[in-house]
């Protein structure tokens, strides 16, 4: 194991950062001065702790993800390990714990938090998600929860009074060393939610909660602060401190929902735990004035991040941290790689028969087969595009021809055929865009001999014979043509957020015009299949290319 600092040296407001990793030997942080506490973390799980392919990896042979059997006995040794030499342990998860799997959804969280009972998670911070089944669940979870939830910017709208089932900071103390955790939910929840979902709930600040909590953690001699937050590391650390700098040299407003901005504005935090974004950093990100460390793992319980902290005995502070793995603090969690809980995966197994139970049911009915196709319009494709526009109400829907991978036959539909059409784990994202960006989405799509998209709720019609830039000769939104400056809603899945199959451009859009729904592809179909049945397989001119 190599010992890593980060020191980052600002120039100016307008110099990019450069990180230096300085290799030190963690024989130089002896037990009688130094305690070290072991630190494993999660963020943005999204009931994904069942066993699971991972397609991001290799999408037609994908190696299998062992889920919460393997993470949890990985955690247990762990903390084992910490109790035999007397070290430390944390185990701690930063939101959106459980809706976007059936095991999740279903069970409205409660498979999830019974894992997170079975492992003993220390505490969790409340994501934007959690609230999907209304406040009233949450806290049903909550009392479920053998660990406190934590939100210390959740206030009741009738009362002024924090929610009565949310904390807004835990002290844990090893052999005298205390270390405080605030934590604060999404202040941006309330836009990505029903009204009826946070009723009477007052979402303030993260900078207004650690103004708040932070003198009072202080005060109890803490010296070492981790604050737990969903709010996100930009997705280019450099990039996103860039527009920050630009931003406060522009007289703008602080967002507070990023991290990076948290850890600038707000003194005192030693490390932050992030997430919301789906995006995992190996390395922290270090603020070069407050030297804030950033860590923030993947999402799905596809990963588990690891650290090793070592905070001086004497004075309470944070004196440096080491990984496990050389990679950094993030690992994957490869079935072939580690052993499965039998306990845990068994538990598991429970809630996934559970959830399972009518995989063979007959959702609806097709009066044809549902072909598809790769290129142009198929009824396959405007099925799938049409299923997530309806679960999200957005304004246009748009995916790949990769995403969709298999027919329907004529007759009877069941959910076992929809997951052989969307075999991966994708996700429903809702981005708010300008239709300059859309068309220029669209342009790109069809640029060179790139084969086009698939579309819901637009209009489309190309010219190949024109240069590229410039094929896309037509474009309406629900029936009116496209207008530049005018926002819109585009539903799309996770994997072309994220800027894969030609669709970089989205990475550019920042973090807060970005709802994670949690909805998976497949369900969203499944759920247009049940009130929509009879499907007529057709094609209806949406997309058109002039020959």
């Known amino acids: 194991m190599k010992l890593r600092f980060s020191i980052i040296a600002l120039f100016s407001v307008i110099i990019i950062l450069q990180s230096f990793l300085i290799g030190a030997n963690p024989a130089e942080f002896p037990d009688d001065e130094f305690l070290k506490v072991v630190t494993i973390f999660t963020n943005d799980i999204h009931g994904g702790i069942d066993r699971s392919e991972a397609s991001f990896i290799n999408p037609d042979f994908p190696p299998m993800l062992g889920g919460g059997a393997v993470a949890g006995r990985y955690i247990m040794q762990k903390r084992q390990e910490a109790e035999e030499n007397g070290w430390g342990f944390l185990l701690i998860?930063?939101?959106?714990?459980?809706?976007?799997?059936?095991?999740?959804?279903?069970?409205?969280?409660?498979?999830?938090?019974?894992?997170?009972?079975?492992?003993?998670?220390?505490?969790?911070?409340?994501?934007?998600?959690?609230?999907?089944?209304?406040?009233?669940?949450?806290?049903?979870?909550?009392?479920?929860?053998?660990?406190?939830?934590?939100?210390?910017?959740?206030?009741?709208?009738?009362?002024?009074?924090?929610?009565?089932?949310?904390?807004?900071?835990?002290?844990?103390?090893?052999?005298?060393?205390?270390?405080?955790?605030?934590?604060?939910?999404?202040?941006?929840?309330?836009?990505?939610?029903?009204?009826?979902?946070?009723?009477?709930?007052?979402?303030?600040?993260?900078?207004?909660?650690?103004?708040?909590?932070?003198?009072?953690?202080?005060?109890?001699?803490?010296?070492?602060?981790?604050?737990?937050?969903?709010?996100?590391?930009?997705?280019?650390?450099?990039?996103?401190?860039?527009?920050m700098l630009k931003n406060m040299s522009e007289g703008g407003a602080i967002t507070s929902s990023s991290t990076q901005e948290i850890a600038h504005y707000v003194p005192g935090i030693d490390i932050i735990f992030s997430g919301h974004l789906h995006k995992g950093f190996y390395e922290p990100w270090e603020d070069p004035v407050n030297h804030t460390l950033i860590f923030q793992n993947y999402a799905n319980g596809s990963n588990l991040g690891h650290v090793n902290f070592y905070i001086h005995r004497k004075t309470g502070t944070l004196a440096g941290y080491d990984y496990v793995c050389d990679d950094g603090a993030i690992f994957t969690l490869f079935e072939d790689d580690f052993l499965p809980d039998t306990n845990i995966a068994k538990q598991i197994d429970y809630w996934v028969q559970k959830a399972e139970s009518g995989f063979d049911e007959v959702i609806g009915l097709a009066t044809a087969p549902i072909s598809r196709s790769g290129s142009g319009e198929s009824p396959m494709g405007n099925l799938s595009v049409d299923a997530i526009r309806a679960s999200t109400r957005a304004d246009v829907a748009f995916s790949n021809f990769g995403g969709v991978r298999a027919d329907i036959s004529a007759g009877p539909i069941t959910p076992r055929q929809i997951f052989s059409v969307m075999p991966f784990g994708n996700r429903v994202v809702i981005i708010k865009v300008k239709g300059s960006l859309l068309k220029a989405l669209v342009e790109d799509r069809v640029s060179g001999t790139s084969r086009g998209m698939l579309i819901s709720g637009a209009e489309i019609v190309i010219d190949r014979s024109k240069p590229d830039g410039s094929r896309v000769v037509l474009?309406?939104?629900?029936?009116?043509?496209?207008?530049?400056?005018?926002?819109?809603?585009?539903?799309?899945?996770?994997?072309?957020?994220?800027?894969?199959?030609?669709?970089?451009?989205?990475?550019?859009?920042?973090?807060?015009?970005?709802?994670?729904?949690?909805?998976?592809?497949?369900?969203?179909?499944?759920?247009?299949?049940?009130?929509?049945?009879?499907?007529?397989?057709?094609?209806?001119?949406?997309?058109?290319?002039?020959?």
Do not use: C
Request: charged residues 25%.
């Open 475 to 547: 474009f309406k939104i629900n029936g009116e043509m496209i207008e530049a400056d005018r926002d819109y809603t585009l539903a799309i899945s996770d994997y072309l957020a994220e800027g894969n199959s030609g669709y970089d451009r989205l990475t550019t859009i920042s973090p807060d015009q970005i709802n994670y729904t949690g909805i998976l592809f497949r369900q969203a179909i499944i759920d247009y299949i049940k009130r929509n049945s009879p499907i007529i397989p057709r094609t209806d001119g949406r997309w058109q290319e002039i020959k």
């Open 93 to 243: 998860d930063a939101g959106d714990f459980y809706q976007g799997t059936p095991l999740g959804t279903l069970s409205e969280g409660e498979a999830v938090i019974e894992y997170m009972n079975a492992v003993e998670y220390d505490v969790l911070t409340v994501g934007n998600h959690d609230f999907d089944n209304g406040w009233e669940n949450l806290k049903r979870l909550s009392e479920i929860a053998e660990f406190p939830f934590l939100a210390a910017n959740l206030y009741r709208q009738s009362t002024g009074e924090l929610a009565e089932f949310v904390k807004p900071y835990i002290i844990k103390e090893y052999q005298g060393v205390k270390i405080g955790i605030i934590g604060a939910t999404l202040s941006s929840t309330p836009s990505m939610s029903f009204p009826e979902h946070v009723a009477d709930l007052d979402f303030k600040t993260e900078i207004e909660a650690l103004e708040k909590y932070l003198p009072e953690v202080k005060a109890q001699g803490v010296h070492t602060v981790i604050f737990l937050t969903h709010a996100w590391l930009a997705y280019d650390p450099e990039i996103g401190y860039r527009n």
